[in-house]
């Protein structure tokens, strides 16, 4: 399992922006997939953003596309999430996950970090 930290939350107003980082401690680390899922008080964990190491290839839940922005830095072994246009139902606890995936969909429970908490 890789060790994962995010970093980046905060609050903000609606319309603003954030940029949620996530580093994953292990320098080896070597899995396919990078992504972002968040959880609201008293809702499911969700995921919302995924990103392909080798390939760059980015898929988005429709909650965030055209809002929300993943990238990788595959040397780095890091994922980002430049989030704007928030709006209030964004409020949550944001949290990174790694692991095994094809095409957008996780190969089995991907590991999670501690998680970040976003409000708007």
């Known amino acids: 399992h890789v060790q994962l930290v995010e970093s980046g939350g905060g609050s903000v107003q609606a319309g603003g922006s954030l940029r949620l980082s996530c580093a994953a401690s292990?320098?080896?680390?070597?899995?396919?997939?990078m992504g972002w899922f968040r959880q609201a008080p008293g809702k499911e964990r969700e995921g919302i953003a995924m990103?392909?190491?080798?390939?760059?290839?980015?898929y988005y839940d429709d909650s965030v596309k055209d809002r929300f922005t993943i990238s990788r830095d595959g040397a780095k072994n890091t994922a980002f999430l430049e989030m704007n246009s928030l709006k209030a139902e964004d409020t949550a606890m944001y949290y990174c996950a790694a692991g095994r995936c094809y095409g957008a969909s996780w190969l089995g429970q991907p590991d999670w970090g501690e998680g970040t908490q976003v409000t708007v």
């Open positions: 990103i392909a190491m080798s390939s760059g290839d980015a």
């Open positions: 292990d320098n080896t680390y070597s899995g396919e997939c």
